[in-house]
């Protein structure tokens, strides 16, 4: 989107990105300062912000998983996965392209490292991030379900 910013998150962002997470992507657990923290020094690089107009109005956390076996890998006709953690855009700022713009960004570098496999958990609830990921080329691989007791 024009005027948008996309780069790395900042240790001076974490109140601004601390309130959209609590906002926006407190799905089965709110991240903490402390976990924001933990994003940034486990693999800043991946740790993106958008920027519009010197504020943080949306922020993305991707990994590179090691956890999936060299077999499940080659199954899927990959060699290297990554995954997306979290991706949240202030409702103020949606529908212009931004969580694409954070999304193509990650999805570059991975490339650079090799990541040629994506995955991510979507809420049920969240109709919109499942258009967007449908538009990005993902496609359903797993339903989770429960139930209350
Ligand atoms: C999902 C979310 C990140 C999308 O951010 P965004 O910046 O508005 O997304 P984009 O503008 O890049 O959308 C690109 C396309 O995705 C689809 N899309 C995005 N939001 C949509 C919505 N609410 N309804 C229908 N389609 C939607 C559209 O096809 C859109 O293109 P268009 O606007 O030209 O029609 C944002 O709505 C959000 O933060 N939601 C709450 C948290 C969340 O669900 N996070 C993802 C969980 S992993």
Do not use: C, H
Request: charged letters at 35%.
């Amino acid at each position: 989107m024009l005027g948008t910013v996309i780069r790395n998150y900042d240790s001076k962002d974490s109140k601004e990105v601390l309130v959209l997470a609590e906002k926006y992507a407190s799905w089965d657990t709110t991240p903490t300062e402390a976990d924001l923290g933990g994003f940034w020094s486990s693999d800043p690089e991946l740790f993106l912000v958008a920027e519009v107009d010197g504020k943080a109005v949306g922020f993305l956390v991707g990994r590179e998983s090691r956890d999936m076996s060299d077999e499940v890998l080659r199954r899927r006709g990959a060699t290297k996965a990554g995954s997306i953690e979290t991706l949240a855009v202030d409702a103020q700022y949606r529908r212009r392209g931004i969580a694409t713009d954070l999304l193509n960004k990650v999805f570059d570098l991975f490339r650079q490292r090799g990541v040629d496999y994506v995955s991510l958990a979507v809420p049920a609830e969240e109709e919109g991030a499942r258009r967007l990921y449908e538009k990005l080329g993902f496609r359903e691989r797993a339903y989770f379900l429960s139930r209350k007791l």
